[in-house]
């Protein structure tokens, strides 16, 4: 079946504009994650959705960031007065229920944003 | 806090060879989840394996092993007889068992196998 898809696969925005990347995940998937990798880095977690709801959002930066999954299926990732400080590979994972630790978080091949 | 530290930067070996990537992590849980995952330079994260901390039986699959040692808090992959299509950027992560369902990712090694 189909993976996790995320659009669009590059992003060039200048500094002060809003961004918004998309993710969808896997059919069925309730869970569905937002990372973010810079350059040379590991992914680091910034906001986990539990079907609609953000159950945990400890990773955003700040208040520029902002993430919604109305229908518990695709999400967006909002930045807003982007930074140069924003530009990474932002990525998206889901899992089948993400109430169980051992789950699998699959993830998608990434939008890549570079902030002018 | 949860930290995982993959303390070697870049490796490059020649094909064939051998190669033992280090994963050591930090935790105050007794209970845990550690992963390896792939990053070819198509840029997307590949699931390889998922360890609990209550198993300590090393796992082989095909060339790939993983050595798990809770004493040391270490996680380690092994590519045996590697492969050009071996290059990658690999991550150890850890994940609560309870509570917070994010992944803690190391740096990653970037993996070079040359032909």
Known sequence: GAGVSQTPSNKVTEKGKYVELRCDPISGHTALYWYRQSLGQGPEFLIYFQGTGAADDSGLPNDRFFAVRPEGSVSTLKIQRTERGDSAVYLCASSLTGEFAQETQYFGPGTRLLVL | ?115
């Open chain 2, 1 to 115: 806090a949860q930290k995982v530290t993959q303390a070697q930067t870049e490796i490059s070996v020649v094909e064939k060879e051998d190669v033992t990537l280090d994963c050591v992590y930090e935790t105050r849980d007794t209970t845990y989840y550690l992963f390896w995952y792939k990053q070819p330079p198509s840029g997307e994260l590949v699931f390889l394996i998922r360890r609990n901390s209550f198993d300590e039986q090393n796992e082989i699959s095909g060339r790939y092993s993983w050595n798990f040692q809770k004493s040391t808090s270490s996680f380690n992959f092994t590519i045996t007889a590697s492969q050009v299509v071996d290059s990658a950027v690999y991550f150890c992560a850890l994940r609560r068992r309870w509570g917070a369902q994010k992944l803690v990712f190391g740096q990653g090694t970037r993996l070079t196998i040359n032909p």
